[in-house]
């Protein structure tokens, strides 16, 4: 059976959520589905370590503040589970979960999504799919020849799995220097750091909301005309959260040069260094999951669908939520995600009046 909707947003993260609570503003008839089986998007799997950029009144969907923590600390990701679960349930979001989109195709005047658990036909749909669920990994010579184990971001949980092991952690961002401090701190294991390019942390008291500030001029700067901003994001690409400040302070966050290949026993450098290994953390990235977008073939040459704020320029009845700053400013954060969410929410709205 076929349903009839306004808009179909696929997945229920805190783009969707977010879509959601904008799109019953407009008044408009609409579901969230989402693949997980539970509420709290990609934050239900992050690593047991992890905290936020920015306190929680900095952290918050739109129309209901993050509650805060105790002692002012930086909220975990279990406390931004908690939030979003709240969330969905204080605005009543209808959210279908164990559903996972697998096909947005065109059908006639409307948009016809797939999923395993039937079909929809909307006027419009909002993809908030988001990135977690494809991990990147880049082709390192030797990575299939490699005896020890190999984990994503994605895996990574603990210290604890590693005790007394070698461990080579591969990314000079944010999760990789994380994942690296968090490993150094507990004593019990080997780290070896490797980033591409010599890593720069932030100035320590430069937090999640500055960035968010730098993020949403340089925005308003480029659509302006005018060339990119810069700002903070000029001064480092690395947020001193307390675990990475106490490694580097204790002198345990020295990254080398990226080796040159993987071998079985480890990795081995151009200049014929070797390091041992059990195992190699890729903290390499993610890719926007838009597979079930490919039967609207709007991906360009170089794999991009072009978009006009959130609306994708080629398929109007289409809008992408939360994957970055080409979908709206840091609209892969809570707080960033907000307005895109309002305007494509507008943009719909506007759409549906016209017939």
């Not at 999923?115 to 669920?133: E, L």
């Not at 810069?230 to 990475?244: E, K, T, W």
Request: hydrophobic share 40%; aromatic share 6%.
């Amino acid at each position: 059976m076929t349903r009839h909707t306004d808009v179909v947003v696929a997945g229920g993260g805190q783009a969707g959520l977010a879509a959601g609570y904008h799109l019953r503003r407009q008044g408009l008839d609409f579901t969230i589905l989402d693949a997980d089986p539970a509420p709290g998007g990609s934050w239900r799997h992050m690593w047991d370590s992890l905290h936020l950029f920015s306190p929680a009144d900095h952290s918050s969907l739109p129309g209901r503040l993050m509650p805060g923590r105790p002692g002012g600390t930086y909220p975990d990701a279990g406390h931004v589970v908690d939030y979003l679960t709240d969330y969905e349930k204080r605005y009543d979001l209808p959210v279908q979960r164990g559903t996972r989109v697998d096909a947005v195709r065109r059908d006639g005047g409307r948009l016809l999504v797939e999923s395993g658990s039937g079909a929809w036909r909307a006027r419009a749909v909002i993809s908030a799919t988001g990135t977690w669920s494809r991990p990147f990994l880049p082709a390192v010579p030797g990575r299939g020849v490699f005896a020890g184990r190999q984990l994503h971001t994605v895996d990574y949980r603990s210290p604890a799995h590693f005790a007394g092991q070698r461990v080579i952690v591969v990314g000079g961002g944010n999760s990789g220097a994380q994942i690296a401090a968090d490993l150094a701190l507990d004593g019990h294991v080997d780290v070896t750091w490797v980033t591409r390019r010599p890593p720069r942390l932030l100035p320590d008291d430069i937090d999640g909301r500055a960035l968010f500030d730098v993020a949403t001029a340089r925005r308003r700067a480029l659509d302006a005309g005018r060339g990119d901003t810069g700002g903070v994001a000029s001064l480092g690409d690395i947020v001193a959260v307390p675990p990475v400040r106490a490694a580097r302070d204790a002198g345990l966050l020295t990254a080398k040069p990226m080796f040159s290949r993987l071998t079985a026993g480890g990795a081995r450098w151009a200049d014929g260094r070797h390091a041992d290994a059990d195992a190699v953390v890729w903290c390499t990235g993610f890719r926007p999951a838009l597979s079930h977008l490919a039967p609207l073939q709007l991906r360009g040459t170089h794999g991009h669908i072009a978009t006009e704020g959130t609306r994708a320029v080629d398929e109007p009845r289409l809008h992408l939520l939360g994957y970055g700053d080409w979908t709206g400013p840091a609209s892969a954060t809570l707080i960033g995600v907000g307005r895109p969410a309002r305007d494509a929410a507008r943009e719909i709205a506007a759409l549906c009046a016209s017939g």
